[in-house]
């Protein structure tokens, strides 16, 4: 997570890089970087914090790849996910049937399931998979709850 990612794009978008997300509040130039992005042949993601209303999406969708809800605060691993998240979630899906909804933060069993339920596509978790005994269990748990 950089301030200004205009800045230092160019930087990213090489090999074997696929995927660039862009946190809106960090940008002043989305455009910009969407673009460079397409010319590379990188997907170009966006990234909303848990305070950003999910509505400011809505004019970059036809040209992102992937949406990424932040449902807790930048920060130190292992924070709770926030409850508006799922109601988020619903929201954006119920406006973009064909988005790729990822939420990152927070993410255990239930929330990776109440996640899933909402709409998101792909859930992102740290804490809760580092914090297990064996992590290749705690993948499959969440797996199984996906």
């Known amino acids: 997570m950089v301030e200004q990612p205009e800045?230092?794009?160019d930087q990213w978008l090489v090999k074997p890089v696929k995927r660039v997300i862009i946190h809106m509040e960090a940008s002043k130039d989305i455009n910009m970087i969407i673009d460079r992005c397409k010319i590379a042949g990188i997907e170009c993601g966006l990234a909303i914090r848990p305070d950003t209303l999910w509505s400011v999406l809505i004019p970059w969708i036809k040209k992102i790849d992937l949406i990424q809800l932040l449902a807790?605060?930048?920060?130190?691993?292992g924070q709770l996910m926030g409850a508006e998240i799922?109601?988020?979630?619903?929201?954006?899906?119920?406006?973009?049937?064909?988005?790729?909804?990822?939420v990152d933060g927070g993410i255990n069993r239930e929330t990776a399931a109440q996640a899933c339920e909402a709409g998101a596509?792909?859930?992102?978790?740290?804490?809760?998979?580092f914090s297990r005994p064996d992590i290749g269990t705690a993948i499959e748990e969440l797996k199984t709850k996906i």
């Open 7 to 9: 800045k230092v794009i």
């Open 72 to 77: 807790v605060n930048p920060g130190p691993s």
């Open 86 to 102: 799922i109601d988020k979630i619903t929201r954006l899906r119920a406006s973009c049937h064909e988005c790729i909804i990822e």
């Open 121 to 129: 596509n792909i859930v992102v978790s740290s804490a809760y998979i």
